[in-house]
């Protein structure tokens, strides 16, 4: 039983039962007519711990005008609402805390601020309408939240290729990064202007500032206004935009250049942001800023002139929300094969991490969010080992979830097997890659695992790793079972052992997918290959080329 904080016995029934969602109707027949504010309050506190924000929540609106003038209630309601995402019942309570002294008038200006982005109030440009020659008919305005030289992660070497194929293709790629950046990284080493491997990048620097204590609002006006300048300066033919932060916040700036200027805007969705907003799984794809987020979402895609996706999965997500089919392209991840090319494994890194010998399956991957589910690699070696195979895991890179991945192997006997490597610096990472002979990613069923293609299983086919994948749409697209790669139920420890157990076992089918992987590789997923693809789309968007097919 769970006794319930700061009750008396008896005020609440004395215990409330470990289900709190079968008992709590019982104790509110017994209470509510003369639940006092102390009661109410803990019994919302409890159900915070324990949460239950739904069942929060209506007690709320039920002791609202009972209580409402009670600050600890307050507290507790807006701890609940901000834990469903409910952002417009956050900013009444708090300003009934800020009426009642116990909240700051930043307070409310931050959540004001959030709630004009979540309509898409914001930014606007005001003015008469106004003409940018291009300064040439091919050059392309990247718009994007982070950039090489100063960060390297799978959406900057995205970008960064992207930026070099099309510059091969005929384009003419210029880059303007979001205010704040680089600074946030390597502080007044920052410069306004830098040109990696000959693209420009413009950084909107403005000195040191606490971007993240600036109301969204506030922050995205002076995003549009430093764009909007660059923008007359450069002259492109064209903006291409690529999902922020949030998803759609810097097409909402595109969006306001083009309604200025009459640039066409093409966005770039790389993934689906929505459910980003709470690392609550329960509650991730409900409440008001989920809704507010797919609405916006979508009205960024209608406003923009085209949308691009990385694979089919993602575009029939899109189009399933109502973007016109034909307004939808693809433009799909690749590798760089020079980098990514086959090599032996390095035995002395393998001696060093405790591998050894042994054969091993593994992941690349971060360790920050439940959708990668490392956890059913180690689950698959427990498996392995329990049926006399020999088979290491190997992970690659570090994150919040990592103690409790560590924990995991601990209690299923198998730490000795499962070897951690902690964050690996991306000039190294391939020398990790090449210590794994059966590549997994072992993604749950999520939204964004659903939907969105990932980079690291191209770099794998590249190298000649077999790779097996969860039986998800955007995965299963690229290995193609049985062509390129194997595929598995996804969280089920057991199919994953099973099919790793099959990979090992059948070296000649593993030769042929893997012979199968490389070849579309280089035939179809080189970086160089979306340079064209990019200059097709644009044509088309400029009037000036059919839709590619």
Same mark, same amino acid.
């Given at each position: 039983?769970?006794?319930?904080?700061?009750?008396?016995?008896?005020?609440?029934?004395?215990?409330?039962?470990?289900?709190?969602?079968?008992?709590?109707?019982?104790?509110?027949?017994?209470?509510?007519?003369?639940?006092?504010?102390?009661?109410?309050?803990?019994?919302?506190?409890?159900?915070?711990?324990?949460?239950?924000?739904?069942?929060?929540?209506?007690?709320?609106?039920?002791?609202?005008?009972?209580?409402?003038?009670?600050?600890?209630?307050?507290?507790?309601?807006?701890?609940?609402?901000?834990?469903?995402?409910?952002?417009?019942?956050?900013?009444?309570?708090?300003?009934?805390?800020?009426?009642?002294?116990?909240?700051?008038?930043?307070?409310?200006?931050?959540?004001?601020?959030?709630?004009?982005?979540?309509?898409?109030?914001?930014?606007?440009?005001?003015?008469?309408?106004?003409?940018?020659?291009?300064?040439?008919?091919?050059?392309?305005?990247?718009?994007?939240?982070?950039?090489?030289?100063?960060?390297?992660?799978?959406?900057?070497?995205?970008?960064?290729?992207?930026?070099?194929?099309?510059?091969?293709?005929?384009?003419?790629?210029?880059?303007?990064?979001?205010?704040?950046?680089?600074?946030?990284?390597?502080?007044?080493?920052?410069?306004?202007?830098?040109?990696?491997?000959?693209?420009?990048?413009?950084?909107?620097?403005?000195?040191?500032? +606490?971007?993240?204590?600036?109301?969204? +609002?506030?922050?995205?006006?002076?995003?549009?206004?430093?764009?909007?300048?660059?923008?007359?300066?450069?002259?492109? $033919?064209?903006?291409?935009?690529?999902?922020?932060?949030?998803?759609?916040?810097?097409?909402?700036?595109?969006? =306001?250049?083009?309604?200025?200027?009459?640039?066409?805007?093409?966005?770039?969705?790389?993934?689906?942001?929505?459910?980003?907003?709470?690392?609550?799984?329960?509650?991730?794809?409900?409440?008001?800023?989920?809704?507010?987020?797919?609405?916006?979402?979508?009205?960024?895609?209608?406003?923009?002139?085209?949308?691009?996706?990385?694979?089919?999965?993602?575009?029939?997500?899109?189009?399933?929300?109502?973007?016109?089919?034909?307004?939808?392209?693809?433009?799909?991840?690749?590798?760089?094969?020079?980098?990514?090319?086959?090599?032996?494994?390095?035995?002395?890194?393998?001696?060093?991490?405790?591998?050894?010998?042994?054969?091993?399956?593994?992941?690349?991957?971060?360790?920050?969010?439940?959708?990668?589910?490392?956890?059913?690699?180690?689950?698959?070696?427990?498996?392995?080992?329990? $049926?006399?195979?020999?088979?290491?895991?190997?992970?690659?890179?570090?994150?919040?979830?990592?103690?409790?991945?560590? $924990?995991?192997?601990?209690?299923?006997?198998?730490?000795?097997?499962?070897?951690?490597?902690?964050?690996? +610096?991306?000039?190294?990472?391939?020398?990790?890659?090449?210590?794994?002979?059966?590549?997994?990613?072992?993604?749950?069923?999520?939204? =964004?695992?659903?939907?969105?293609?990932?980079?690291?299983?191209?770099?794998?086919?590249?190298?000649?790793?077999?790779?097996?994948?969860?039986?998800?749409?955007?995965?299963?697209?690229?290995?193609?079972?049985?062509?390129?790669?194997?595929?598995?139920?996804?969280?089920?420890?057991?199919?994953?052992?099973?099919?790793?157990?099959?990979?090992?076992?059948?070296?000649?089918?593993?030769?042929?997918?893997?012979?199968?992987?490389?070849?579309?590789?280089?035939?179809?997923?080189?970086?160089?290959?979306?340079?064209?693809?990019?200059?097709?789309?644009?044509?088309?968007?400029?009037?000036?080329?059919?839709?590619?097919?």
């Amino acid at each position: 039983m769970t006794q319930v904080p700061g009750a008396e016995s008896g005020a609440l029934g004395g215990n409330l039962g470990d289900d709190v969602g079968n008992d709590l109707g019982d104790v509110l027949d017994r209470t509510l007519p003369d639940a006092s504010a102390e009661m109410v309050v803990a019994l919302l506190r409890h159900l915070f711990t324990a949460k239950e924000y739904d069942q929060g929540l209506a007690l709320v609106d039920q002791w609202w005008e009972a209580h409402s003038t009670n600050a600890n209630f307050l507290k507790i309601a807006r701890s609940l609402q901000i834990k469903r995402g409910e952002m417009t019942a956050t900013l009444r309570t708090t300003q009934r805390l800020i009426a009642l002294k116990q909240a700051s008038q930043d307070a409310t200006t931050l959540i004001e601020g959030r709630l004009r982005e979540l309509t898409g109030q914001v930014p606007v440009l005001p003015g008469p309408a106004e003409t940018v020659v291009p300064f040439n008919p091919h050059r392309v305005l990247h718009l994007v939240k982070e950039s090489r030289p100063y960060l390297s992660n799978g959406f900057t070497s995205r970008s960064h290729y992207n930026f070099l194929a099309e510059r091969e293709a005929g384009l003419d790629p210029i880059v303007v990064t979001e205010p704040g950046f680089p600074r946030s990284v390597v502080g007044d080493a920052a410069r306004p202007q830098v040109n990696p491997d000959g693209i420009r990048h413009f950084h909107l620097d403005v000195g040191p500032a +606490d971007f993240k204590a600036m109301p969204v +609002d506030r922050y995205l006006q002076l995003f549009a206004d430093l764009a909007l300048e660059r923008v007359r300066f450069l002259r492109p $033919a064209i903006i291409h935009v690529s999902s922020g932060r949030r998803g759609y916040e810097t097409a909402l700036v595109a969006l =306001a250049i083009k309604d200025r200027t009459g640039i066409p805007v093409v966005y770039e969705v790389r993934s689906f942001f929505e459910a980003n907003w709470t690392d609550e799984v329960r509650y991730e794809a409900s409440g008001e800023q989920f809704e507010s987020r797919m609405r916006l979402e979508e009205e960024c895609m209608h406003r923009a002139d085209f949308v691009l996706t990385l694979g089919e999965s993602m575009r029939s997500e899109i189009v399933a929300r109502g973007i016109p089919a034909e307004k939808v392209g693809i433009i799909p991840n690749g590798v760089d094969v020079e980098r990514f090319t086959p090599r032996e494994r390095p035995q002395e890194l393998a001696d060093e991490l405790g591998i050894g010998d042994a054969p091993t399956f593994g992941y690349v991957s971060n360790m920050d969010h439940y959708r990668e589910s490392q956890e059913t690699l180690i689950a698959a070696c427990a498996a392995l080992k329990a $049926a006399g195979r020999d088979e290491h895991c190997l992970l690659v890179g570090g994150g919040p979830r990592r103690e409790m991945l560590e $924990a995991l192997a601990e209690s299923l006997d198998v730490a000795d097997r499962v070897h951690f490597t902690g964050n690996v +610096d991306h000039d190294r990472v391939v020398d990790y890659y090449a210590l794994i002979d059966v590549f997994v990613v072992p993604r749950t069923r999520e939204r =964004a695992a659903t939907h969105v293609t990932p980079l690291k299983p191209f770099e794998a086919m590249a190298l000649g790793i077999p790779v097996v994948v969860s039986d998800l749409p955007a995965l299963v697209e690229l290995t193609d079972p049985p062509h390129r790669g194997w595929k598995f139920e996804p969280d089920d420890a057991g199919d994953l052992a099973r099919v790793i157990t099959e990979v090992f076992d059948d070296p000649a089918e593993r030769s042929r997918r893997v012979s199968a992987a490389t070849e579309w590789i280089h035939t179809q997923r080189q970086w160089v290959h979306n340079g064209p693809r990019y200059r097709e789309y644009f044509e088309h968007v400029l009037g000036r080329g059919e839709l590619p097919r």
